[in-house]
Nanobody, 110 residues
């Protein structure tokens, strides 16, 4: 059974930082993309970042502020977020191999 469990969401002020984690279980190997996707209140899903075999990709809205990484030994995906803005407020989902986590809430206040 595959499970993706996000954590690390919190309430922060503009300019603050957070690190999100996604603990993955039940997935074998590493030949799949791992992704962060977010959904702001009243808006659709927005792709944020992806990683596979060390290659990383970011949306333009977070490039230079967010860093995605993966610890294969711990089967954990991370998203280091800095210089957070109000527009970054959203539920952040981890997704991999067709599976999604339940999401973690990030709220950025001015």
């Amino acid at each position: 059974q595959v499970q993706l469990v996000e954590s690390g969401g919190d309430f922060v002020q503009t300019g603050g930082s957070l690190r999100l984690s996604c603990a993955a279980s039940g997935l074998t190997g590493s030949s799949y993309w791992m992704n962060w996707i977010r959904q702001a209140p009243g808006k659709g899903l927005e792709w944020v970042s992806s990683i596979k075999s060390g290659a990383t990709f970011y949306s333009e809205s977070v490039k230079g502020r967010f860093t995605i990484s993966r610890d294969g030994a711990k089967n954990t995906l991370y998203l280091e977020m800095t210089s957070l803005q109000v527009e970054d407020s959203a539920v952040y989902f981890c997704a991999a191999a067709g599976y999604w986590g339940q999401g973690t809430q990030v709220t950025v206040s001015s």
